[in-house]
């Protein structure tokens, strides 16, 4: 496979689907360095349902292993970008937010680092907190409130979770929690883009993150209704 650090490196593929650039680009260079790595959640979603991106979906998500965080961080160095994120947890990353240079079809790569506890894989994941009924009006308005807030405080915090008293008071830590059968083992598939990593039986996966997941559903808030977001604090989960 090409090892090309260009994101718009020229391909047949490429040109015939220039959305899916990234895609390719995640693919080669994390396979070049030995980086187990599979797509995930949402961009997982819309190719194995629909074959292609999600339209609207403003990132690509990709899951790896804690372990390799060091090479993902040299890795993505070298691609065109407009900033790097490094998000923590205690004294520990868990997530990569790589923000590309402006061009058509760009865009944002959010790396969740996976870390093992028995028979699962688990992350962290920030969550803005929402205070009333589900899917009430007030629910929306002050998860959005306190996203805002959270925000703020996390740009100038550095993007740590821990050590802000004005961010523990907007905002929640919850657990992505899944089977190691379906990350330890990602198999590579053939889409409309190109050849990808996913996890192990994907629309298994699918089912067990999403249930129904055939059918769109614009209500769906991955914050309430994702099957793999634990709402506890890895530390109340992991020993």
């Known amino acids: 496979m090409p090892t090309s650090t260009d994101a718009t490196t020229a391909t047949p593929l490429r040109d015939a689907f220039p959305e899916g650039s990234q895609l390719q680009q995640i693919t080669d260079d994390f396979d070049a360095r030995g980086i187990k790595h599979w797509l995930n959640s949402g961009t997982l979603l819309g190719l194995v349902r629909d074959n292609r991106l999600i339209r609207n979906d403003p990132d690509i998500d990709v899951g790896a292993w804690w372990e ?3 090479r993902i961080l ?8 407009r ?5 923590q947890l205690g004294d520990s990353i868990y997530k990569i ?3 590309p240079e402006d061009r058509p079809h760009a865009r944002m790569i959010d790396i969740d680092l996976f870390r093992k506890h028995g028979e699962y894989g688990w ?9 009333f009924e589900r899917n009430s009006s007030a629910r929306r308005i002050v998860r959005h409130s306190c996203r805002k807030i959270a925000t703020f405080f996390l740009d100038r915090n550095g993007h740590h979770l821990s050590n802000h008293l004005g961010l523990r008071l907007v905002h929640d830590v919850y657990t992505w929690w899944a089977p190691l059968r ?7 598939r053939t889409f409309e883009y190109g050849e ?15 249930g129904d997941w055939r059918e769109p559903d614009d209500g769906w808030s991955f914050l309430d209704d994702d099957r793999g977001l634990i709402h506890e604090h890895p530390r109340n989960l992991v020993a």
């Open 68 to 70: 390799d965080r060091h």
């Open 74 to 81: 040299e890795t993505v160095a070298g691609w065109k970008t």
């Open 83 to 87: 900033k790097i994120q490094t998000w």
């Open 97 to 99: 937010k790589v923000f």
């Open 123 to 131: 992350c962290p994941q920030f969550a803005p907190r929402g205070l």
């Open 182 to 188: 379906f990350l330890d083992s990602p198999e590579l």
């Open 196 to 210: 990808f990593r996913v996890p192990q039986d994907p629309e298994i996966y699918l089912e067990y993150r999403y």
